[in-house]
């Protein structure tokens, strides 16, 4: 038995749809099995919350009087990209302030206009007859500016390794705080809840899909830089880092519960962001997918002391056990911490699930499907002839 995109949607439409978010979906196929859980239920709200670095927005200041191509643009003194159109800019979430260290970032500038915070703009030009402006000095909001839009090129990691650190020195790292001689261990995926872990080989999930984005509607734009297919799997999903999504959305409709700036201590800022997926259970295949719970899916453990992009696996280890507060390494039990927020991807899972039984939200069939199939290449030091 299978549905369709349009049968799913017209459920919605008329109030019938059944809707669970992931954790009740793998409760129902413990109780009923896959083919009675496949027939009864049409969506499965998935989420995450955590560090997304590869993240930003585009921001339309609108024009000055008299107009400014600006060449040079900071917000809260946070410098943001301008080679684009005369008052276009792109700030990015790790960017740092200019002139007091990484004290204060891009995701913080984020987070205040989704706060409905001001913040100030200074830019500057080199003035042309159309635009012969050099320099601004305002405060803009939300409020003020014409488009402000998230546009992330890497969401959504499918899978992400465990770190830990054998050395003898303190590592300040994205991954946190590694405490020397495996004191800790840290991780960042929300797991059995996580979208690309409940839809492994993206059926569902393609170009043009509607998503939940920082407590807005967003939809996924393109696949997300170093996505790749060619990883170890394991009760059939990836067991390290894969696939990853490119998104966009309204920053207007964000909410602050969902978008927040996040510093790593003498590491730098990422984005705190809330991402959900919902998932169309068209068949018994995608229900099974669906079913995959935390002891069945693993992780492989790296030390960050070895400073090289080609660091071993230590061991793998599964959700289950990152979960349980300690893992087993080298014969010594280590504390592990998520950075990664699964209360907050549960509430996403729950408000996505209100979102389409109110008739809010409906699901949207992919324009266009991710490779089946793709290597990530590394950067070599290469000669002209051999780039």
């Known amino acids: ?47 995450t919350f955590g560090a997304m670095c590869s993240s930003g927005a585009f921001i339309n200041f609108g024009h000055a009087e008299p107009p400014i191509k600006m060449t040079k643009v900071w917000l809260n003194d946070v410098p943001a990209y301008t080679g684009l159109a005369a008052v276009d800019a792109y700030i990015g979430a790790t960017e740092l302030r200019d002139g007091d ?9 984020i987070e205040e206009l989704v706060s409905g915070k001001p913040v100030k703009l200074r830019a500057t030009a080199y003035g042309t007859d159309c ?23 890497r969401n959504m990691y499918q899978n992400y390794a465990v770190a830990t650190n054998s050395s003898d020195d303190l590592l ?47 939809y996924v734009s393109w696949e997300g830089t170093q996505f790749k297919t060619n990883v170890p799997e394991k009760n059939g999903v990836p067991a390290a880092a894969a696939r990853a999504l490119a998104v966009i959305g309204d920053l207007k409709q964000m909410s602050p519960d969902y978008v927040r700036g996040l510093y790593f201590h003498k590491y730098g800022w990422s984005l705190g962001l809330g991402i959900g997926v919902p998932i169309p259970a068209l068949d ?21 002391a070895v400073r ?33 927020s699964y209360r907050k991807a549960l509430d996403i899972t729950k408000e996505l699930k209100k979102w389409i039984q109110d008739k809010r939200f409906h699901l949207s069939r992919p324009v266009e499907p991710f490779p089946a199939e793709q290597v990530q290449r590394p950067l070599e030091i290469n000669s002209r002839t051999e780039a």
């Open 1 to 47: 038995m299978s549905k369709s995109y349009e049968e799913i949607n017209s459920k919605i439409d008329s109030g019938d749809a059944v809707v669970l978010t992931a954790e009740e979906l793998k409760a129902a196929v413990q109780e009923h099995g896959v083919e009675r859980t496949a027939k009864e239920v049409d969506v499965v709200t998935t989420g």
């Open 101 to 109: 260290g990484m004290e204060y970032g891009g995701a913080k500038v």
């Open 131 to 153: 635009y012969p402006r050099k320099s601004i000095e305002t405060y803009i909001s939300l409020r003020t500016v014409n488009q402000a839009f998230l546009f992330n090129p």
């Open 172 to 218: 300040y790292t994205y991954m946190g705080k590694l405490l020397p001689r495996h004191g800790n261990a840290t991780f960042c995926s929300a797991g059995q809840l996580s979208p690309l872990l409940n839809d492994p080989k993206l059926r569902t999930i393609g170009l043009g899909t509607r998503i939940f984005l920082g407590g807005g509607v967003g």
């Open 284 to 304: 018994e295949d995608i229900v099974r997918s669906l079913s995959i719970t935390d002891d069945k899916i693993f992780a492989p453990v790296l030390d960050y």
């Open 308 to 340: 090289s992009r080609a660091r071993k696996p230590m061991k793998e280890v599964s959700y289950a056990q990152l979960r349980s507060g300690s893992i087993d390494i080298n014969g010594k039990e280590v504390r592990t911490s998520s950075l990664s």
